[in-house]
């Protein structure tokens, strides 16, 4: 089946510093990758579209300076906080779809990020 | 932007009792997804309908696409305690985006 690779699995850092989180899709090639915040028992909520090459497609409320997004490659999506603050600390999980999966999604297991 | 509302949002059952999950988009949805999500994890692929009045079914799961593609439901018959977890349903409005539902939180007491 297909894989979805996501690291780190958890990172505390301290407020104002940026963290990278990357999602690598590891046996196909994914032609869109979708990041989603997730808050203790609750659903996930799209924060943003990404296709490779070209600019992702944020959520309304989703400030895109603040969660850069680079799909440089079919198999790799970052996203960056920056100047990271406590209210950021959330569960952060990538997915990846590639067209011969019919539009299934494949999940990276996410990332725990708390900040100080 | 699009709702997906489901209900109820937690529900607790005796292992052996039916269980359903009900699903409603405030759009139009071109599919419908299903997704489970155990404690702890990331959500995993269940089944994905498209057509309108589709029924699926995986051993003691039946899936269902409602005639208007705007709900959807999901049930569990004779619950095993490997069915707990939160269940999703998920779907694209017609653009590139992907919206997951609220959730449901399964219990299963044993």
């Known amino acids: 089946g297909a894989v979805v690779s996501q690291h780190p699995s958890w990172v505390i850092c301290k407020s104002g510093t940026s963290v990278k989180i990357e999602c690598r899709s590891l046996d196909f090639q994914a032609t869109t990758m979708f990041w989603y915040r997730q808050f203790p028992k609750q659903s996930l909520m799209l924060m943003a579209t990404?296709?490779?090459?070209?600019?992702?497609?944020?959520e309304q409320g989703v400030e895109k300076d603040k969660f850069l997004i680079n799909h440089a490659s079919l198999t790799l999506s970052t996203l960056t906080v920056t100047s990271a603050h406590p209210e950021d600390s959330s569960f952060y999980i990538c997915s990846a779809r590639a067209p011969q999966f019919q539009g299934k999604l494949f999940f990276g297991s996410g990332t725990q990020l708390s900040v100080l | 932007g699009q709702q997906v509302m489901q209900i109820p949002q937690y529900q607790h059952v005796q292992e052996g009792e039916d269980f359903t999950t009900y699903c409603n988009s405030s759009t139009t949805l071109s599919n419908i997804q299903w997704y489970k999500q155990r404690p702890g994890g990331h959500p995993v692929f269940l089944i994905q309908?498209?057509?309108?009045?589709e029924v699926k079914k995986q051993k003691r799961l039946t899936f269902q696409f409602g005639e208007a593609k705007k709900n959807s439901s999901l049930h569990i018959t004779a619950t095993q305690t490997t069915d707990v977890g939160t269940y999703f349903c998920?779907?694209?409005?017609?653009?590139?985006?992907?919206?997951f539902g609220t959730g449901t939180s399964l219990t299963v007491i044993p």
């Open positions: 998920a779907g694209p409005p017609g653009g590139n985006q992907f919206y």
């Open positions: 309908l498209v057509k309108s009045g």
């Open positions: 990404s296709n490779e090459g070209s600019k992702a497609t944020y």
